[in-house]
């Protein structure tokens, strides 16, 4: 009889623990893996019109930002994001910013890119489809593409002590190896985005458009170019 209890005992923890277990891997799933070829992307720019970006091949690489304006550590990070940017763009790697609230409105967002001087293709992502297909966890997260759409970095942008995302761009832009291929993000939980905040002005008023505001970078003007094809 006790060696029946004991037994029972053993088998009720095991299921516990494969319950457990699974919950767990659920709860860790959903982000894209390193070489996973992300293929085309339905994007949606801060004046609603839908375009698709299938055109990796167009440039070496691609980065994928999911930003927030209400992040305090997206804004944090807004000087380093555009350092990068600006070190690499003539080199034709491509910052692609999503909006991965969806509470937050175009204007919100424009708001935010304006006085934050961030000139690159910034989108909308009200039905969260574009975060569903890449499962960020927090903001500021990014993804890098290679021309083949396959994602060759995920996680964090880095800082001037951890070069993270900007090595692995080194690395396309020389055609090496990316040997560091994930830094785990840290920021603002995605579904915790937190209230609208008031940002202050760091360059004035500047005329913004989610394309047209590129008009300095050769090409700017073509969305073709930059997100595919009209919807």
């Known amino acids: 009889m006790v060696n029946e209890l004991s037994r029972r005992r053993r088998v009720c923890k095991m299921v516990l623990f494969g319950c457990v277990l699974s919950v767990g891997l659920a709860a860790s799933a959903g982000a894209v893996e390193v ?3 992300i293929g085309p992307l339905e994007l949606t720019t801060l004046e609603d019109p839908r375009f698709v970006m ?3 091949d167009k440039r070496v690489g691609t980065v994928i930002a999911f930003l927030s304006s209400r992040c305090p550590v997206t804004d944090k990070m807004a000087e380093r994001i555009n350092y990068v940017q600006e070190e690499y763009r003539h080199d034709d790697i491509l910052w692609v910013g999503i909006g991965a609230n969806p509470a937050e409105s175009g204007d919100e967002l424009r708001d935010f890119c304006q006085k934050r001087g961030m000139i ?4 909308q992502d009200p039905q969260g489809k574009i975060r569903k297909r890449f499962g960020p966890k927090v903001t500021p997260e990014v993804f890098l593409l290679n021309a083949n759409s396959e994602v060759v970095y995920h996680g964090a942008i880095g800082d001037d002590e951890d070069y ?17 291929k994930h830094v785990p993000a840290k920021g603002t939980p995605i579904d915790k985005p937190g209230p609208k905040r008031e940002i202050d002005d760091w360059y004035g008023t500047i005329a913004f458009s989610s394309e047209v505001i590129f008009e300095k970078i050769p090409g700017a003007g073509d969305w073709k170019l930059y997100s595919g094809n009209p919807i």
Do not use: T, W
């Open 35 to 37: 070489g996973e070829r």
């Open 54 to 56: 299938d055109n990796y």
């Open 120 to 123: 690159f293709p910034f989108y």
């Open 164 to 180: 993270a995302l900007e090595a692995a761009v080194r690395a396309m832009d020389k055609n090496r190896e990316i040997k560091v």
